[in-house]
């Protein structure tokens, strides 16, 4: 079975400073990884994904990040945020073996302080 | 390219009573998603369907929810009767194929069953 685990449920940072959200995942094949932003009262949108080859994957909005194996790791960066970053974000992994089926974390909500 | 379209975007009903959610997938995309996004945590799978068959239900409280994909198009989620704890957003999502890497979302369905 995979499973993903996102390491706090709400994260504060200034605005202009390093953003950092975790995730770790379990899966018994390679998986294949996600990051999806939410903004209030709106559906998910794909910041980024991790398929195969490079392991340290640029996003939209300035957002990167890289899959670590060996951690079973795949955090979220952005060198500097911006007020328009605050949002929940959602780390998701796929296995072929779940028949395309995404499984979520539970969730981080970002917090931008001016 | 048009989105993936839903509606309503808000419901309020009584528990026991009965409710649909409609959502028109991307056109062209053959695979369709139904997740349930409960306050504070992450989407949960409740169904997906490869054009007009059902390829995972197994999350589907198959008691009270129903969903159909009659022409391999537009799909609906049914709850009948609600409860209190069905109160989330309804996520539809659609991909090119089952082979798709990451899916678009639509804005989603509020329920709150009081």
């Known amino acids: 079975a995979q499973s993903v685990t996102q390491l706090g449920s709400h994260v504060s940072v200034s605005e202009g400073a390093l953003v950092l959200l975790r995730c770790n995942y379990s899966s018994s094949v390679p998986p294949y990884l996600f990051w999806y932003v939410q903004y209030p009262n709106q559906g998910l949108q794909l910041l980024l994904k991790y398929t195969t080859g490079a392991t340290l994957v640029k996003g939209i909005n300035g957002f990167e990040a890289e899959f670590k194996k060996s951690e079973t790791s795949f955090h979220l960066t952005k060198p500097s945020a911006h007020m328009s970053d605050a949002a929940e974000y959602f780390c998701a992994v796929r296995n072929d073996n779940a028949g395309n089926m995404l499984t979520f974390g539970g969730g981080t909500r970002l917090m931008v302080k001016p | 390219e048009a989105g993936v379209a839903q509606s309503p975007r808000y419901k309020i009903i009584e528990k026991r009573q009965s409710v649909a959610f409609w959502c028109n997938p991307i056109s062209g995309h053959a695979t369709l998603y139904w997740y349930q996004q409960i306050l504070g945590q992450g989407p949960k799978l409740l169904i997906q369907?490869?054009?007009?068959?059902?390829?995972?239900d197994s999350q589907l409280p198959k008691d009270r929810f129903s969903a159909e994909r009659l022409k391999g198009v537009d799909s609906t989620l049914k709850i009948q009767p609600a409860k209190l704890e069905d109160s989330a957003v309804y996520l539809c999502a659609s991909s090119y194929s089952r082979g798709s890497y990451g899916y678009t979302f639509g804005s989603g369905t509020r329920l709150t069953v009081v």
């Open positions: 369907f490869q054009n007009n068959g059902v390829v995972d």
